[in-house]
């Protein structure tokens, strides 16, 4: 079944000039990519996207690290597009993330982990919505 998920290039990744690198796995993975965007978020709106994370200790690191510069959202879709982007990105904690995974490639910590993707069908909806109007999904335009 077709399926969207949202992908984030995090600030590590972004100054670590890797967005294109990162983006050519995606795309060559044969996701679609429906809408991307360079942008930075507050502390508030970090907290807010990972509120589901309130109660974890490393809620504050992370809220502060995904607000502390630019990141690149990424709106996906294609066949089976939320478990077959988690297997592309790997385990959290990169030292765990299998050979040709991009955490594997370019993360440095569980904190610090170069991308995000959703962990559901229906967070992919909910998460693509939090960073793009409808309109600005290539699907949905002429
Ligand atoms: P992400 O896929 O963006 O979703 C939740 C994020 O919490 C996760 O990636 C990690 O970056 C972060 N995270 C998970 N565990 C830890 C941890 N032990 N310490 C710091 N950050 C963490």
Redesign the pocket.
Known sequence: MTERTLA?I?PDAVRNNVCGEILAKITQAGFKVLGTKMMRISPAQAGEF?AV?KE???YG??VN??SSGAIMPIALEKENAVADFRTL?GS??PAEAAEGTIRKAFAT?????A???S?SAENGRNEIAFFFAESELVANRA
């Open positions: 984030i995090k990972y994370h974890r200790p490393f690191e992370l690290f995904m990105i959290t904690d910590s569980k904190g610090e982990n991308i995000h993707g962990d």
